[in-house]
Nanobody, 131 residues
Framework: QVQVAESGGGLTQAGDSLTLSCAAS????????MGWFRQAPGKEREFVAG????????????SYADSVKGRFTLYKDNAKDTMYLHMNKLKPEDTAVYYC????????????????????WGQGTQVTVSS
């Protein structure tokens, strides 16, 4: 059974950059659907970025929430079974607990739906952006 663990969160200032990592163990996630969600205090969990990797090359389809498009970049190192979220130009409203999730490749549907319904989730990592 696959497990994922997030790391890389912390306290930073507006305008700074931060890279989150999501390391998988238990099986290869090379072809998985993977993504990031976040939950701010008092708010519902929301989708941040996700992708469906179709083969062992870097070709994949990805999507981003409008609030992070152009600032956040999703990528993966298959050799390490690790997915990353590089966050640029951070804003105070990016403050949240960030969760990663992964689901096997044999499910159809949107990235959000597959991960929400079928994903294996980590415990989250806190990102705090001060103004």
């Amino acid at each position: 059974q696959v497990q994922v663990a997030e790391s890389g969160g912390g306290l930073t200032q507006a305008g700074d950059s931060l890279t989150l990592s999501c390391a998988a163990s238990g099986r290869s996630v090379a072809y998985d659907t993977m993504g990031w969600f976040r939950q701010a205090p008092g708010k519902e969990r929301e989708f941040v970025a996700g992708g469906r990797w179709t083969d062992r090359l870097t070709t994949y389809t990805d999507s981003y929430a409008d609030s992070v498009k152009g600032r956040f970049t999703l990528y993966k190192d298959n050799a390490k079974d690790t997915m990353y979220l590089h966050m640029n130009k951070l804003k105070p409203e990016d403050t949240a607990v960030y969760y990663c999730a992964t689901a096997p490749p044999n499910y159809s549907g949107s990235v959000v739906r597959v991960l929400t319904d079928l994903g294996s989730w980590g415990q989250g990592t806190q990102v705090t952006v001060s103004s």
